[in-house]
């Protein structure tokens, strides 16, 4: 039934997903339907399961007595993969990306069919009675929530330099140096061995998806996320929409000059934003202080424990980190910028240097950017696989 919904009939169900349950006056007030429009619409649809009604209650617009509707949730699973250079991360989630179950584990075998097969046995192992899993393997604690849902779609997500690059038979094809992979059909291998349907997205953009219908950017119609890590991302929303951009652009906002006479980057920039704010610059200029290689994680380790050198460090990266917000939010007009990735710990270590540089650059006015950090967790990347396989289930559309 879901194939045959018409676009009327898929606004109600994503008002549903994001907003939770509603009355059908607070639904067609919202979506500028009539009452009758929304009762001939869903109908239908609660009477195949696809929503279900709630407890009586009073109608907070005219105090009538009803019973809200709201997606049955439970019902449709989402397989989410996230792909580093060496390990998948995976997750099954409900309609509402809710996790149900959870890991990651080291890539066997980088042939792209033996990811795809490893895909599946993550895929038939998360779907099982096993509660969701932590990172490391051993359970959290959290029910598996019943396994009466059926996976229905799954996403993909790759990074760095990974791109739908050009178009074979309307298949995307995937450039990922990373995985050693180069104009890869990964979508339908990953359909083929799956069983249901695939969506492969770039993944910062499925964080930027995950974030607007799930989390902090949810209920703005416009807001940036930014992340730090290995590389610097950079996704935009703008009006309810995910603004396209081709690699190109996402490669030139790493290399965003913030000071001319700042230290200098593999590809000869000097002050760009990789410069100060990857991971390996970190390791580099903590290294060049103390004398010997040193991990990013130990960096900020060390900065916490007051160590001097690297404390330095972490404080020189959170202000470039700031004027890198402030040069978003002054030229995209955002109000919002959402902070992820692995390297996001350093803006909570030295938060104070991050907002004296953010408010220097927007002409000293204090709070002008609203800047919210979200946790280091690579399941959360995961998860915006399963967000992009949802939306594509309940749009019709990539």
Known sequence: MWDALPDAARSIVKELIIHGPQSRTALAKTLHLSTGSLTRLTKPMVDAGLLVEGEVVHDPVNGRPTRPLDVAAAEHRFLGIKLTSDRVHAVVTDLRAEVIAARDEPIADHDPEAVCRQAKRLLDDLSGERPAGRSDGRSDGRSDGGRAGATVGA?????????????????????????????????????????????????????????????????????????????????????????????????????????????MCPEGHRGCAAAYLSSWSVEATAGQGLRRAVTYDEVLRLAAAGDRVCRSVVREAAGALGRLI??????????????????????????????????????????????????????EWARGGAVVAIQSFVTGSD
């Open 326 to 379: 402030a040069h978003v939010a002054t030229v995209s007009m955002v109000k919002t910028v959402v902070l992820a990735g692995e390297g996001v710990e350093l803006a909570r270590l030295a938060a104070d240097d991050l907002d004296r540089a953010l408010t220097a650059d927007r002409r000293g006015v204090p709070g002008s950017v609203d800047v919210v950090v979200e946790a280091d967790d690579f399941r």
């Open 155 to 263: 996403g993909v997500t790759v990074g760095g330099n990974a791109r739908a690059s050009a178009q074979v038979g309307g298949e995307p094809l995937v450039d990922a140096p990373f995985l050693g992979w180069s104009q890869v059909e990964l979508a339908p291998l990953m359909e083929r061995a799956l069983g249901v349907p695939c969506v492969v997205k770039n993944d910062v953009a499925a964080l930027a998806h995950q974030h607007h219908w799930f989390g902090p950017g949810r209920g703005l119609r416009d807001f940036a996320l930014i992340t730090i890590g290995a590389g610097i991302g950079y996704a935009l929303i703008v009006h309810d929409h995910l603004v396209a951009a081709t690699e190109a652009d996402l490669g030139m906002f790493g290399h965003l000059v913030l000071d001319a006479s700042g230290p």
